[in-house]
């Protein structure tokens, strides 16, 4: 009688699966494991048979084993940075101090002096003018802007009792319009040279 279905005829092992392309390739080098950690490369490896004729093929057989791969340095090349600790063999960078400005003039007057700043000469030019009284330095609506935001007396007294309980050097500093208002009014008579001036003028 025939055999029943699913049985091969005769004795014996059915013959072994056949091997995929990759099984039959073998590694032509054997895989090097780094000593440290090295930075990943996303590469697709690639493996070559023992018979071929490509370009790989040639420079193996071209290089000595005096010229080999240097893995030590492959390992330096490549090696993964690992991050510090802060503190950790790191010399800080000393953080900048912050400036401190010092302000004693409301917002709005702040505002007016400094529209009247951006209508005159840099400072040390106007208070030489002033203290000189040389005309030719300043024009007349100049000299009209300075008489007319000339500082009363309580914001001459505000300013000096700031200056007083400061400490003015590299970090603490007078305001824009401060500054300004601080050096007018130590201008000797400044209010009354400004008068004569735009009397004259």
């Known amino acids: 009688p025939p055999p029943p279905p699913g049985k091969a005829k005769g004795k014996g092992k059915a013959p072994p699966p056949k091997a995929s392309a990759e099984q039959e390739i073998e590694k032509r080098k054997k ?12 590469w697709q490896p690639m493996y070559l048979s023992e018979k071929g004729n490509t ?22 090349l490549f090696a993964e940075q690992m991050k510090q600790s802060k503190g950790a063999g790191q010399s800080q960078e000393p ?19 400094c529209v009247m700043l951006a209508r005159l ?3 040390e030019k106007v208070l030489r003018a002033l203290a000189e009284m040389q005309e030719s330095m300043l024009e007349k609506d100049q000299v009209e802007l300075l008489l007319l935001n000339a500082p009363p007396i309580d914001e001459m007294a505000a300013l000096k009792k700031a ?3 400061h400490t003015f050097n590299e970090e603490c500093i007078w ?27």
């Open 31 to 42: 895989q090097m494991k780094p000593n440290v950690a090295v930075k990943k490369l996303f």
């Open 55 to 76: 370009v790989w093929h040639k420079i193996e057989m071209e290089v000595d084993e005096d010229d080999a791969m240097d893995f030590h340095e492959l390992e330096v």
């Open 95 to 113: 953080k900048k101090k912050a400036i401190k400005k010092i302000r004693v003039l409301e917002e709005q007057r702040r505002r007016s002096v």
């Open 121 to 123: 000469p840099r400072k």
């Open 163 to 165: 200056e007083g309980e």
């Open 175 to 201: 305001d824009n319009a401060e500054d300004f208002m601080v050096s007018l009014i130590k201008v000797p008579k400044f209010l009354l040279r400004l008068q004569v001036w735009d009397f004259k003028v």
